[in-house]
């Protein structure tokens, strides 16, 4: 019988050197390597599926001739993807351990404490950790109020360390 597919979205990553990028994600993210199939023409990981808790992601080596570009080789990655984690703080440690670096430290923003990271393979992250439940209604009016804070101050949109509450 075959497993039920629909509805599932899974991100693929796309990456130079998918080994190094299979030892970042199981010590970044404590990630389950679920299968690995091999391309034996050139020794590369031709794809591979992970777990993190309830998620799956996938990877696969670049492969330019296929449109399959990584972040590095198109200037940077155009897809943020979001981890929400028990303790941010930690878990931006451990990230950076593995390698990856840090585009926004630890900020509050409503309701939740955040960062963005970059990954050693040009893949953007936020992590993020739930301080306050906040309706909707409530998430707009903080989201209103930091705009309104920053479109008198324009210059801070480019800077690290914004708090939103």
Request: proline share 4%; aromatic share 6%.
């Amino acid at each position: 019988m075959l497993a039920n597919m629909e509805n599932r979205l899974t991100p693929l990553l796309i990456v130079r050197d998918a080994t190094r990028a299979l030892d970042f994600y199981v010590r970044a993210f404590n990630a389950k390597e679920l299968v690995r199939y091999l391309n034996n023409l050139n020794g590369t990981i031709s794809h591979a599926d992970l777990s993190v808790g309830d998620s799956v992601f996938s990877i696969t080596e670049e492969a330019r001739d296929w449109n399959s570009d990584a972040p590095t080789s198109l200037g940077g990655a155009p897809v943020v993807l979001q981890l929400a984690v028990s303790d941010v703080d930690a878990a931006v440690g451990t990230m950076c351990n593995a390698g990856a670096s840090i585009v926004f430290p630890v900020q509050q923003f409503c309701g939740d404490r955040m960062a963005r990271l970059r990954d050693p393979f040009g893949h953007l992250w936020v992590l993020s950790q739930r301080i306050e439940e906040l309706s909707t209604e409530e998430k707009q009016q903080r989201r209103d109020a930091l705009f309104a804070r920053l479109r008198s101050k324009p210059e801070a949109l480019n800077r690290p360390g914004i708090s939103g509450g």
